[in-house]
């Protein structure tokens, strides 16, 4: 069981490494995070872009792009086509987001015939190390799905999942939050919590023990769950947090990064490869863990 | 400026006491803040609820309640409606929920006829003391209001400001927290941080400085601000965190304690008195700023 963000970094060193295609590279942090990564035997990488401009960047910041083919693109929705296409047609195993919009970016994962589409989900999988808990924490979904429903959330469930198998968490203990332990008819979230736990309890929802509804404390701390008389197997447990909508989820996200001092990884679910759409914020580590994490997924994960 | 918690403490040592009726005072926790807050010359109490079992309470842990006066009660509905009539009759400037439920306590206090009804909204008002964060941050509404309308929003905001006067936050920053910076149709919590923004440039929100939709990395750092380009007064120097729901509220509260290992202080505004309405997962020193907090409001506080 993988319970930092480094662990993942050690898992994917020195062995088959996946190219991860850069839509738009023309971005410094994004060339010292691909160049760190194939360092350290974890990833190759094709950058797509301007190859004046992704050259010039690399000039500037005196950082060796040597060892990567640049992709010629005529503009950033270019860049964004044929990062997909690169995936598609078999030369790249895992497409990352660099200096395009995300709208552009997402456009061209989504698009309908020459996109990365299965028919499952798009959702959003972060990884948080978080000082003072001992292991990690995933949430989802923190950036794409905005206001899921029951179904979406299953789905959404289920890539979470499929990140924790890779994590080699055996029977994740999945939370499903919301700001009170009771099913609340006026709140929404409850209600989903409430069926997705017996979901879980009927077999329709299998390789996870799910509670909901927990708030935050009892998710993370035994003693509170205690104080408010709450028996859970999750409580004080849980490896995954499933959030009601992506304000909620998203303010965790950046509350675990800028107030708790944690780290991320994080990785888009559901597409033909592993898709990492790191935000401009983000820091450089982070987004060599998500270029670990989806070079993870690549490996282990169930990508043909 | 108030910065930490503990300078809500010294402020309210050795003045005018108010007199705190604790709701059902069958609890130990709760009796030992009361006592330390009457030790530190911050309150008076009135114990409200079955006399021996507070005082069997008091024995089994050794503590001394007899500064306080025991008012007692039939059951935790009549505590609750006991606590408040003391405040109506003019006896209690401050009331505080203990062992009675949530709901039982809430009743009374929102009662049209016997309860602390102002004609404005109530809401909670969280103050948070996060380590490497050097200044309190007030949320709201993080535990009563469950999906506020934008009028809801602007009457939350109100009652935050009263809370940010008597910390001597004299021109206050809010931001109107979002999972993201743009104004998007698909999520309403951006437009209506949009609108409380124009509103505030307007004049029709004053004494603040207002800007959203701001995700929460923008909030508090200006760094993450600046990587993403939003230029903003509220950028990385946020006071108060208004927040679209209780569950996106409810979780940044619990990560600031649970994962950034934060304290807190809460009171609920609108009401005749600050309400203190504490959990029983909180810890016996957030139970303390709360009263001291109350006691702060209760003598600067709008409260005739």
Do not use: W
């Amino acid at each position: 069981m993988i319970n930092t963000l480094n662990e993942i970094l050690e898992k994917t060193k020195n062995r088959e490494k996946p190219v991860v295609t850069i839509a738009g590279a023309e971005d410094e942090e994004i060339l010292r995070a691909i160049i760190e990564a194939q360092k350290l035997g974890i990833a190759n990488g094709f950058l797509v872009g301007n190859p004046e401009l992704i050259k010039n960047t690399a000039y500037l910041h005196s950082l060796d792009i040597s060892p990567f083919e640049i992709v010629p693109s005529s503009d950033t929705e270019d860049s964004s086509h044929l990062a997909v296409s690169l995936v598609t047609e078999g030369k790249s195993q895992i497409v990352m987001k660099g200096q395009v919009l995300t709208s552009t970016f997402l456009k061209a994962i989504l698009d309908k015939d020459k996109g990365l589409r299965t028919g499952r989900l798009f959702s959003h999988v972060g990884i948080f190390e978080v000082p003072n808990i001992k292991r990690l924490l995933v949430i989802s979904d923190a950036a794409m799905n905005i206001s899921p429903t029951l179904k979406e959330k299953v789905d959404i469930l289920l890539n979470a999942l499929e990140v924790t198998r890779v994590l080699d968490i055996e029977m994740p203990k999945v939370a499903v939050l919301a700001a009170v332990e009771v099913v609340s008819e006026n709140m929404p979230a409850t209600i989903d919590a409430a069926i997705l736990s017996k979901m879980n309890e009927r077999g329709q929802l299998k390789g996870c023990i799910i509670d909901g509804p927990l708030a935050l404390d009892c998710a993370l701390s035994k003693e509170a769950a205690e104080h408010k008389g709450i028996k859970s197997k999750v409580a004080g447990e849980a490896d995954v947090l499933l959030v009601p909508d992506i304000e909620a989820g998203n303010f965790l996200y950046k509350s675990f990064i800028y107030a708790a001092r944690g780290e991320t990884a994080g990785v888009v679910m559901g597409a033909r490869s592993p898709v990492i759409l790191t935000s401009r914020a983000d820091s450089h580590q982070s987004k060599l863990y998500s270029i670990a994490l989806a070079t993870l997924l690549s490996l282990e994960g169930l990508y043909a």
